[in-house]
């Protein structure tokens, strides 16, 4: 796979195409075309085109078609030649908590409680301020990156930093500045965190690949009058309301014995669902409340290996599917997962519901696969712009490696990007037009660097939570 | 990585270690020392060796220790320099249909009675010959030799042939030539499956890598005079027997219809639990079959992603901890998981667990890691060969990339090997002393002729499934 310079070979375009386009008729200039391999569209026909290209130009996608037909009407200055691989839209991983990917494997096996109060809290107090937010961003967005992920909804403090540096390394974001009841690193109280947020939202409005957001935290770490507050500042703004919700059993116990309601009963009785809002995790959701959440238009995002490794529960997914609901998938933070590559949630999400249904027919590997991309997209209220390759939409696109000897031999494409490709098969990646991965080699960030850095600041974690102990 | 000829680099070894060796002692020579990195044991005391080396001498173990206290006492004549990077034992996979390899992806999303009446069982009468399984079985030990993996075990027809590949690859197999009461593509009766079992058995009893079994398929497939003569041709020749048992609740329902127990209690009844018993799946097990299990010493393997993906239901692996039962774990066959990866095993034991016993205490990552080395060593009885690194033990490890992006920051190496180490990051693989992989490269298998092959068996698969539907 390599990106090569200058006009396109004539010997890769037949010369019944040159025939059939007229031969003198001139091709439209564009900056890229990805040429050739398996282009799964994820279009609302769900076309795959077997032999296809895409063009792209000042970061659109301009045509989608067979590989005949772009190279007959388009001439690129750069191209990717992706035959005998596979092009997918990017992948969506629409719940995150970058700048924890520093906090990888603190601490596993614990309850969820032991874990929150005695080792992430006190991690986060300790350490986390804009240079360590930077850092792990950094960190994660490299996985995502070198995963085929091409847009990421993060919520955490200080995601003025993270938001710089996704943008510098090229990454799309629906990123939520937190809003919870205590003081926070980058915080002290509701006023300063409610700042903080305007102050997010003013300055990211309208950037091509950040979508800014506010992102209270839970309905039980913020209270009501808060959480009301929030969803009039994203009103007032048009911008997401990013939020976990009914993650856990306790946190519904929790909710009817204090509000006599269930968390998304509660927050619908407070008017706060919209199409404005991204609610990560509806583990514990009833037929009712699906109801409420698909009425209001409410994106949910599944996060299947987070909800098992903490034992939260199993989201009722065959229940939201049927509802067409807007479901993407997650992986939450390394902290609790413990890495960042969508490939497994795909792949888990489609073996999970077939074991709890005791049906294998339940979500089938396209179904899977419409929940990383085109599903995903509606998830977080982006469907016009990524989610699927169509003239128009955003070209953030992904190269895939289709002949390994652990992927062959190949059947259904579906089954096999779910069931069998990894994130060791992504070889390119694109995010408005622009490669941040070429041939398994980032381009926008200093792999080195990160490392390096990353090790300083583990060390330190280690060291302070060691010095509390 | 990489395997350097000739002495060792003087300056690999401090200068205090050569005065505590008393300078003038000579070396030992040996074949390969694996040098550096961390050096995870799975020995009895779980010994985990910060920078540690392997030394390795006509197949086997000679030290395990600190890299220093190896280089002063052994002289290697080949090398692999191992430092920064993570050595363990080699994984074993339980269970497994190697040439169902070529049937990746064939049939998804299916009950399990149509895809086995519908696609498999048709797929197999058409195709399965010795040349359909010779290639099969050398795309699955490719796959199994890049994950890591240096032991399986294997049943299915023409297992012969599974043998020869193996043997010739490089790779350690319990295989088992199957047993099955219809006619099956290598034995059109059950006297000439028998025939074919002691030819079988007879060829490769004593071999370094091989050691053959008996496979009655499962005790609703085999009748119980069939079993019975199974039992008695194991003991005779002191051979394993694998079998599919308790596998679905369909199978539980059948045998109490059909015999009056449940399935682990009919083959207790009719003798046939021992402790050269392999019992892949035994997801319907309740807690008095477990005492019988654990009584009669056998050896149970799970196949967590199979068991998923086929609806099958959840195996009690705590419970079966709990009794410290011999249990493994497997990928199952391509057919019905869609990999060979047992990294994606270990990650779905640890948490699946978790989830269905609703405490994320459940099944640690040593536990889950333990499953894929010495545990699963013990279920297949072969723990006195392999499994852990220790002195006498036959030299199967792994050489771990640990320093990737999405394994950053290391902390519990355990947390890391189970939650966030992928196939892809295995380097070098050993078998018996022997390299098969170095540099992520292929030594033994010829990776393109296997692709080129495998394509061509794979459109024979689609045409002949056409041609008869």
């Given at each position: 796979m390599s990106v090569s310079q200058g006009p396109p070979a004539l010997n890769?375009?037949?010369?019944?195409?040159?025939?059939?386009?007229?031969?003198d008729t001139p091709r439209r200039p564009v900056e890229r075309i990805v040429s050739g391999g398996i282009v799964v569209t994820m279009d609302p026909q769900r076309r795959v085109i077997a032999d296809g290209a895409v063009a792209i130009d000042a970061g659109r996608i301009v045509a989608v078609?067979?590989?005949?037909?772009?190279?007959?009407?388009?001439?690129?200055?750069?191209?990717?030649?992706?035959?005998?691989?596979?092009?997918?839209?990017?992948?969506?991983?629409?719940?995150?908590?970058?700048?924890?990917?520093?906090?990888?494997?603190?601490?596993?096996?614990q309850n969820l409680d032991d874990w929150l109060q005695h080792t992430i809290?006190?991690?986060?107090?300790?350490?986390?301020?804009?240079?360590?937010?930077?850092?792990?961003?950094?960190?994660?967005?490299?996985?995502?990156?070198?995963?085929?992920?091409?847009?990421?909804?993060?919520?955490?403090?200080?995601?003025?930093?993270?938001?710089?540096?996704?943008?510098?390394?090229?990454l799309r974001g629906l990123l939520g500045q937190a809003l919870i009841d205590f003081p926070a690193p980058d915080a002290p109280d509701h006023s300063a965190a409610m700042a903080a947020i305007h102050r997010f939202v003013e300055r990211w409005a309208g950037h091509a690949l950040i979508t800014p957001a506010i992102a209270p935290h839970a309905p039980y770490t913020v209270a009501d009058p808060h959480l009301i507050e929030?969803?009039?500042?994203?009103?007032?703004?048009?911008?997401?309301?990013?939020?976990?919700?009914?993650?856990?059993?306790?946190?519904?116990?929790?909710?009817?014995?204090?509000?006599?309601?269930?968390?998304?009963?509660?927050?619908a009785s407070l008017g706060l669902l919209s199409e404005l809002m991204v609610a990560a995790h509806v583990v514990w959701a009833e037929a009712h409340e699906l109801d409420l959440l698909r009425e209001h238009g409410v994106g949910v995002v599944h996060n299947p290996q987070s909800n098992m490794k903490l034992a939260s529960g199993v989201a009722p997914l065959p229940a939201m599917l049927a509802r067409d609901l807007a479901v993407g998938l997650g992986t939450?933070?390394?902290?609790?997962?413990?890495?960042?590559?969508?490939?497994?949630?795909?792949?888990?999400?489609?073996?999970?519901?077939?074991?709890?249904?005791?049906?294998?027919?339940?979500?089938?590997?396209?179904?899977?696969f419409e929940m990383a991309t085109i599903r995903g997209a509606r998830a977080l209220?982006?469907?016009?712009?990524?989610?699927?390759?169509?003239?128009?939409?955003?070209?953030?696109?992904?190269?895939?490696?289709?002949?390994?000897?652990?992927?062959?031999?190949?059947?259904?494409?579906?089954?096999?990007l779910v069931y069998a490709t990894k994130a060791s098969d992504v070889c390119d990646v694109l995010v408005e037009g622009r490669p941040l991965l070429q041939g398994r080699r980032l381009l926008s960030l200093d792999a080195e660097a990160i490392q390096s850095e990353s090790l300083t600041l583990r060390r330190q974690v280690i060291e302070r939570l060691a010095l509390a102990a």
């Amino acid at each position: 796979m390599s990106v090569s310079q200058g006009p396109p070979a004539l010997n890769v375009m037949p010369a019944a195409s040159m025939a059939a386009a007229g031969g003198d008729t001139p091709r439209r200039p564009v900056e890229r075309i990805v040429s050739g391999g398996i282009v799964v569209t994820m279009d609302p026909q769900r076309r795959v085109i077997a032999d296809g290209a895409v063009a792209i130009d000042a970061g659109r996608i301009v045509a989608v078609d067979s590989r005949e037909r772009v190279e007959v009407a388009f001439q690129a200055t750069e191209r990717i030649e992706a035959g005998g691989r596979t092009v997918i839209p990017g992948l969506i991983n629409g719940h995150a908590h970058l700048p924890m990917t520093l906090f990888r494997g603190l601490a596993d096996d614990q309850n969820l409680d032991d874990w929150l109060q005695h080792t992430i809290f006190p991690a986060e107090a300790m350490n986390v301020d804009e240079a360590f937010v930077r850092c792990g961003t950094r960190l994660g967005v490299a996985e995502l990156i070198r995963g085929g992920i091409t847009t990421v909804c993060d919520m955490y403090y200080y995601e003025d930093a993270v938001a710089e540096e996704l943008a510098a390394a090229g990454l799309r974001g629906l990123l939520g500045q937190a809003l919870i009841d205590f003081p926070a690193p980058d915080a002290p109280d509701h006023s300063a965190a409610m700042a903080a947020i305007h102050r997010f939202v003013e300055r990211w409005a309208g950037h091509a690949l950040i979508t800014p957001a506010i992102a209270p935290h839970a309905p039980y770490t913020v209270a009501d009058p808060h959480l009301i507050e929030a969803r009039r500042f994203a009103d007032d703004r048009n911008c997401p309301l990013v939020i976990h919700l009914a993650e856990t059993r306790h946190e519904v116990e929790e909710s009817l014995r204090l509000k006599g309601r269930r968390p998304v009963e509660h927050l619908a009785s407070l008017g706060l669902l919209s199409e404005l809002m991204v609610a990560a995790h509806v583990v514990w959701a009833e037929a009712h409340e699906l109801d409420l959440l698909r009425e209001h238009g409410v994106g949910v995002v599944h996060n299947p290996q987070s909800n098992m490794k903490l034992a939260s529960g199993v989201a009722p997914l065959p229940a939201m599917l049927a509802r067409d609901l807007a479901v993407g998938l997650g992986t939450d933070g390394s902290a609790s997962n413990n890495d960042l590559s969508l490939w497994e949630e795909i792949d888990t999400a489609a073996k999970l519901h077939k074991l709890i249904s005791a049906d294998p027919r339940v979500v089938s590997a396209q179904e899977a696969f419409e929940m990383a991309t085109i599903r995903g997209a509606r998830a977080l209220h982006l469907e016009e712009r990524i989610g699927s390759l169509e003239v128009g939409k955003r070209a953030d696109l992904v190269v895939l490696e289709m002949n390994e000897l652990d992927q062959m031999p190949l059947s259904s494409i579906y089954s096999a990007l779910v069931y069998a490709t990894k994130a060791s098969d992504v070889c390119d990646v694109l995010v408005e037009g622009r490669p941040l991965l070429q041939g398994r080699r980032l381009l926008s960030l200093d792999a080195e660097a990160i490392q390096s850095e990353s090790l300083t600041l583990r060390r330190q974690v280690i060291e302070r939570l060691a010095l509390a102990a």
